[in-house]
């Protein structure tokens, strides 16, 4: 149905294949403008979505006149569903069949630069593209066969791409010629009525699953050149180590090898056979010797370290005269929270291929962004970015950065010292373990008071954390090249401001709170690497804040529920917390011993998708198990394209959250990283699952698209700690909530 | 040389016998379906079927599979005809990335050839060995029921198994 | 010899029966269920702390029920024995039951009805404790949560299912008195004394059983067996490669991976769990005490393991027509297992370290080839896959006899394919025999 293989001829590939190579007409507007950096030129009030860099329809659409209608997007499929989504809004404003679209999704050669597919953009940035393009498409259509005809365009009407009326039907692919569909495209005009939609906000299918739940070629993983070899890489014990030695010959002798790459402290091993190639790595490993690099912190201080590490103070948020003055006769309430370093933890190790040929470098890669993938790794190698190609495909789930930037650098590194010859490199999974860059450690301190008739006089909020974004480029951000003889170190860090945030995502507080002020202590160093988790701060500061405000109403004396509702003014807010509380029978709970509920809100950025969860659990003493049981949430998107996905998301979202908030930390101690693998980085099994996830999609046809794959995860946690709380009087604030932790709060 | 019976057919290879089956799964047959996660046991990813069971096909050497019969996520259907259990987790819609699925469709076909009635406490323990980071548990646990209520046993018994 | 056991068994009965008429103990009334709230909070604490040595939670939970509420199957030689639920539950649990009726349970071995416990409760070890460690423990289980559960009767066969053979038992083998502290033995060792024997009740695993399954006292901890499982002598044939020290020990007791020993394994998981769980001075004395009683090491073991360890770091021999053991153990074990693996992956034992591999025989090893090593679901620690169904019993031999001959200086294990198919225990068999014996002179 689309693409997941490109034209393999190796000519073909560099060239970019042929009749579909797309020379757009003019260039991105911005070089690096998406992602979490996007936030920043989020509301500029012109063109939406992606329209704003490739403002022209056939950036995005092309029909031929054989009929065929290719949709291009520059996001990548990351298992969030995003090319049925975008099938699915391409035909319903194209009033095409589903099965006639074809979708060419993230490949440098191919589709627009839409950066990195992250922080829940997709479809505010191409799936509204696509929208508007698809929409002005068929006007553009529309009133060339009006004309054509003679007759006024309202009496026409469109049938699976061909129009219809005065008693003559012509097909799409009669009309296009090469420059028909090169228009600017008019955002202002009304894609068509919402009401009609038969396509759009249907549980349509994903067109990647059946080929994935059959052993097609799926993923990155997957793909088999003519000639292909395989390599493995070897890293030093800490980031920045320098090789001393290794036993390169002894290596290069083992059955298969066709030989280890080396540049500075950057080691490879390249062999016919995978398993050759695994092995030889083990014994590239054992026989390496390394010095030096920096000291990793001890884990079991993390908050300590963070809170004492130099930091800068932002402001991001202040109402009323500031400051913990309260009102005369409040109540202070006082809370810490903290959460550890987190992982990814991809299923699948990160995995690339690489070609040199002819003077030009291809790679396949599960990047989430290729444009700025092909940035970084031709900084790297020292190249003009023309000379390389990243094309994406698709890997295992990565949740934000993972390692496949690095893998991608890995391939072209040692692609480029075996030309002519298709290299794939797959981590092992304890480098995944080890060289991922993890969500940041957090800490946040809150403080409010409470007048006498239960309301906040104050509320002041600070949080700790480094940096949440280190995507590449630079070069730097790279793994592989702080390795090299010509090192780029340290990474670099980004601090993405407000209103997204990154370390502050979700730091202020959406309730109507006079007085209130929150600070953001950004870390710029890095005793861990870091980069962009799924939600980012939004993670702990959602778990903080909610956590926090159930504080209050405790101690207020009010319903959770009810305490919410009264500070929250935004109806769509209000309406999602009403329905997840209705749908749960929030009112009619039953509490029974070591079983309560708990139940938290958010919308994600504050300007994404809002959500609610409620959930009921049970905390077994003994063993400080906590058991979800039965989970309600309610979430609202804007205008649906497909209520699975949404669904999905969302599920997924609250499963992952339940085990990060439960189970995870990356242990750590000065000597190395101790989370090597699943047993060491224990995360959620199938005995945890919650009994039940029900989740209320609420439709909002006409309104603009609301990222949803990490509006789930903050409120989860939040409603996890709650009904902990709720059930057994014990608050826990310190992120994983962990069988021992529970044990050691109720024991005595 | 090694024999392997891979869904039905022998294969003979050359490789090493104390190779894990997965790289001769995957490099020289060209399967997908079982796929690297971790080559430590620990994530299920890279399951098929020796006479039935569910094995680790990362951490099993080829020369211990001699004149058994292996079955990957390829023998029990194809996109054009998918087998009960594919079938089930379509209609479900149960994959995110869907890195971990293939593996977890192999563990469940052992287990309704075992027990086509099995409970849901005990599709969850069965399930233990198996990760999934998406988050896709509820729809995994949705499609085996599904597969199990859907007449899946039926279809198996007519393949002449006999579900034990 | 088998009209010998015969005999024993027959007037056993007889004479258990006979005893029982003469002296039923008396039922202790029942009481209200006392109030949670008016037991000390500290006695509750330390009663915690008791449980946890006493590995209650183990037998007192069934797979997957709740904890204290009993249900759990404990095989014996001569049939499945259910635990009992010991919440405070008034109907199916100790809810009535005074502190008088709990003491002599745990001392007695009667319920409060004055019924007689089957020994897999191991009342003559519990007999030892002090009365205020008794009132602790007490407090605890009565202020745990109630649970209404029936445990399932027991599967015995006649004679074994009449209990008050039981009183016959307890008249032969249970030995009177409190715990007696020894002045020829320091601090922390008299501790370690009180708890290894009695309510860490080691030697109802370590020390062998006589044929009427009481330990044998003159052989205390010399190695005995649980579920199919050997515990391994502490005293005497001990097998660990490099001799225990006071320090290793206290790690091992306290479920930390020690260097030369590993961790433990099969039912000796959960014991080291729980004692991880308590203060350290519990896993201190105990292994102070224990490490006294097997004396000093011997002085040549830790050069032996060395060398032992040495040759075992040679390359698999994995060439053409090799040991199948040897590709088994390339393919499947070496990753986490073998010298010099990189990161030492899932923390894994180096195997010449391996006292499963320096056991009489090969049955620890076959449990965990099979079912591997788990953590407590969601909470890191030692994991290994099970290789049931990759592994057919004849590779499993093949691996077993490989691993013993690389990582060992010990002869080969006899009758190694028995203990794979699982027809070996020793016990089992005897077990087996006896109630063959009974059986045929029941009959006749
Ligand atoms: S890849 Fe085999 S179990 Fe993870
Ligand atoms: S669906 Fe992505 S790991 Fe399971």
Redesign the pocket.
């Known amino acids: 149905m689309n693409d997941p293989i490109p034209d393999l001829t190796r000519r073909g590939l560099l060239s970019g294949g042929g009749a579909l190579v797309v020379s757009f007409a003019i260039g991105p507007r911005l070089a690096l403008a998406q992602g979490e950096e996007a936030e920043v030129v989020e509301q500029r009030g012109e063109l939406p979505g992606s329209l704003k860099d490739y403002p022209f329809v056939d950036s995005w659409i092309r029909i031929g006149a054989d009929d065929t209608i290719l949709v291009m997007t520059g996001k990548a499929e990351l298992g969030q569903g995003i090319k049925t989504a975008i099938i699915q809004i391409a035909a319903e404003q194209l009033q095409v069949a589903l099965p006639r679209i074809t979708l060419q999704t993230a490949d440098t050669g191919m589709t627009p630069n839409e950066g990195y597919t992250a922080a829940s953009h997709s479809m505010e940035e191409s799936g509204t593209a696509v929208l508007h393009a698809a929409a002005q498409a068929r006007r553009v259509l529309l009133d060339l066969a009006a004309g054509r005809l003679g007759v006024p365009v309202e009496t026409l009407s469109v049938e699976d791409g061909v129009i219809v009326g005065a008693g003559q039907r012509i097909r799409y692919g009669e009309l296009v010629d090469d420059q028909l569909l090169h228009v600017r495209v008019d955002a202002r005009d009304e894609a068509h009525d919402p009401s009609g939609y038969t396509i759009m906000g249907e549980p349509v299918p994903r067109v990647d699953i059946p080929p994935k739940l059959t052993g097609e070629v799926a993923y990155v993983h997957d793909l088999r050149l003519p000639g292909m070899v395989h390599a493995r890489v070897v890293r030093p014990p800490v980031y920045d180590a320098r090789l001393e030695s290794a036993d390169i010959a002894a290596v290069e002798a083992m059955p298969g090898v066709l030989g280890v790459v080396r540049d500075g402290s950057y080691l490879a091993v390249v062999a016919e056979g995978e398993y050759q190639a695994v092995r030889a790595m083990a014994a590239l490993q054992a026989s390496a010797r390394w010095t030096g690099g920096m000291t990793l912190p001890d884990g079991a201080g993390i908050a300590d370290m963070l809170r004492s590490l130099p930091s800068q103070e932002n402001v991001i948020h202040e109402t009323g005269p500031g400051g913990a003055a309260g009102g005369a006769g409040a109540r202070r309430v006082e809370a810490t929270y903290t959460r550890p370093y987190q992982m990814h933890g991809s299923i699948g190790p990160s995995c690339a291929v690489g070609l040199a040929e002819d003077g030009g470098l291809t790679v396949w890669s599960h990047t989430q962004g290729v444009y700025p993938d092909r940035a970084a790794i031709a900084e790297m190698l020292g190249v003009s970015e023309d000379v390389v190609r990243v094309i994406h495909m698709e890997g295992s789930g990565c949740y934000g950065h993972n390692g496949a930037d690095d893998a991608a650098a890995d391939a072209a590194l040692i692609a480029r010292a075996f030309p002519g010859r298709p290299v794939r490199v797959l981590w092992m999974r304890e480098q995944e373990h080890m060289w991922e860059p993890y969500g940041s450690g957090m800490v946040v301190s809150a403080s409010a008071g409470l007048d006498p008739s239960g309301g906040i006089s104050d509320w002041s909020y600070d949080l700790w954390s480094t940096t949440h974004v280190t995507r590449p480029p630079p070069a730097r951000n790279l793994a592989p090249a702080w390795l090299l003889e010509r090192s780029l170190w340290p990474p670099k860090d980004v601090n993405i401001p407000q209103p997204a945030g990154g370390a502050d995502r979700n730091a202020v507080p959406p309730y109507t709170i006079p007085n209130a002020r929150v600070v953001e202590h950004y870390i710029p160093v890095m005793p861990l690497r870091v980069s962009a988790l799924r939600s980012l701060g939004a993670f702990m500061n959602v778990f903080a804040l909610e956590s926090f405000v159930d504080e209050l109403a405790l101690a207020a004396g009010a319903d959770p529920v009810a305490f919410r509702l009264a500070r929250l003014e935004d109806p769509r807010a209000r309406e999602v917390v009403q329905a997840a509380a209705d749908r749960f029978g929030w009112a009619d709970f039953e509490r029974g011993p070591g079983r309560g509920r708990g139940f938290a809100y958010a919308r994600y950025k504050n300007l994404a998708a809002y959500c609610a969860v409620a959930m009921e659990v049970e905390v077994e003493g003994e063993t400080g198990e906590i058991r979800i049981g039965r989970v309600v949430a309610a979430c609202d998107s804007g205008q649906v394209v497909n209520p699975n996905g949404i669904a999905n998301q969302i599920e997924g979202g609250i499963v992952q959250s339940s085990s990060w908030t439960r189970f995870e930390e990356v242990r750590v101690t000065p000597d190395g990283i101790l989370s090597r693998d699943w047993a060491s980085y224990p995360i959620l099994r199938f005995p945890h699952a919650p009994a039940s996830v029900e989740v209320h999609v609420v439709d909002r046809p006409g309104e603009p698209f609301l990222g949803t794959g990490e509006a789930a995860q903050g409120p989860a946690a939040a409603a996890i700690a709650n009904a902990v709380a709720d059930a057994t009087g014990a608050r826990l604030r310190d992120l994983p909530l962990t069988a021992e932790k529970v044990r050691a709060a109720l024991a005595g | 040389m090694v024999t392997l019976n891979v869904n039905g057919a022998p294969f003979e290879t050359d490789t090493d016998p104390d190779t894990p089956l997965l790289y001769v799964l995957r490099n020289e047959l060209e399967l997908n379906g079982a796929k690297?996660?971790?080559?430590?046991?620990?994530?299920?990813?890279?399951a098929v079927l020796a006479d039935g069971r569910p094995i680790?096909?990362?951490?099993t050497p080829i020369s211990v599979l001699e004149g058994r019969e292996i079955t990957t996520l390829e023998g029990l259907g194809t996109i054009d005809a998918p087998g009960p259990v594919q079938a089930a987790f379509i209609e479900e819609q149960a994959a995110q990335c869907g890195y971990c699925i293939p593996g977890m469709i192999v563990r469940a076909e052992a287990l309704l050839r075992r027990n086509p009635a099995p409970s849901d406490q005990t599709i969850r323990d069965w399930m233990e060995p198996h990760l999934c980071r998406c988050g896709t548990h509820m729809r995994i646990l949705r499609a085996i029921r599904r597969a199990i209520d859907g007449g899946g046993a039926e279809t198996r018994a007519r393949d002449g198994e006999t579900p034990a | 010899m088998r009209k010998l056991l015969v005999a024993i068994v027959i007037l056993l009965v007889l004479g258990g029966a006979a005893y029982a008429w003469a002296v039923s103990a008396p039922e202790i009334e029942a009481i209200e269920p006392p109030d949670p709230a008016s037991f000390d909070p500290e006695l509750v604490s330390r009663g915690r702390t008791l449980a946890l040595i006493g590995n209650c939670n183990e037998c007192h939970n069934a797979e997957g029920g709740e904890p204290y509420a009993g249900g759990r199957p404990v095989e014996s030689p001569y049939g499945v024995i259910y635990s009992t639920n010991i919440t405070p539950d008034p109907e199916t649990g100790i809810g009535r039951w005074s502190p008088e009726a709990f003491a002599r349970s745990m001392r007695e071995g009667l319920d409060r009805e004055g019924g007689h416990l089957y020994p897999a409760f191991p009342y003559p070890h519990y007999r030892l404790l002090r009365d205020e460690d008794i009132e602790a423990l007490y407090a605890f289980l009565m202020t745990r949560r109630p649970v209404r559960a029936e445990a399932p009767e027991s599967e015995l066969p006649f004679p074994f299912n009449i209990r008050p053979i039981l009183a016959g038992w307890n008249l032969l083998f249970l030995e009177e008195g409190r715990f007696v502290a020894d002045p020829s033995l320091d601090e922390p060792r008299n501790t370690g004394a009180y708890l290894v024997r009695g309510l860490g009740h080691c030697g109802a695993c370590h020390t062998p059983r006589n044929l009427l399954q009481a330990e044998e006292r003159d052989r205390f901890l010399m190695g005995g067996e649980n579920s199919g499982w050997h515990a391994p002598a502490l005293v005497g044939a001990v097998p660990a490669a490099v001799p225990w020290t006071e320090e290793a020990m206290t790690g091992y007791l306290r479920r930390e991976f020690v260097e030369g020993h590993g961790i433990g394994l099969g039912p000796m998981e959960p014991v080291t769990r729980n004692l991880s769980r308590v203060p350290e001075e519990a896993a201190v004395a105990m292994a102070a005490y224990i490490t006294g009683l097997a004396g000093p090491p011997d002085p040549g073991a830790g050069d032996r393991a060395e060398r032992v360890a040495e040759r075992s770091r040679e390359p698999i021999p994995t060439g053409l027509g090799a040991d199948p053991g040897a590709h088994i153990y390339a393919g499947a074990c070496a990753r986490c297992h073998e010298h010099g693996t990189p990161d030492r992956l899932a923390f894994g034992i180096e195997l010449a370290y391996s006292a499963s591999l320096r056991l009489p025989d090969a049955r620890n090893l076959v449990h965990v080839i099979r079912n591997g090593v788990k953590p407590p679901p969601g909470e890191a620690g030692f994991y290994m896959p099970g290789f049931d169904g990759a592994l057919t019993d004849d590779q499993i031999v093949a691996l077993a006899a490989f691993l013993r001959a690389r990582f060992t200086d010990l002869p080969p294990w006899e009758n190694l394919e028995d203990t794979v198919a699982g027809r070996d225990l020793e016990e089992d068999e005897t077990g087996q025999a006896i109630l063959g014996l009974v059986r045929s002179g029941g009959d006749g």
């Open positions: 690297f996660g971790c080559g430590l046991g620990q994530c299920g990813s890279c680790f096909s990362c951490l």
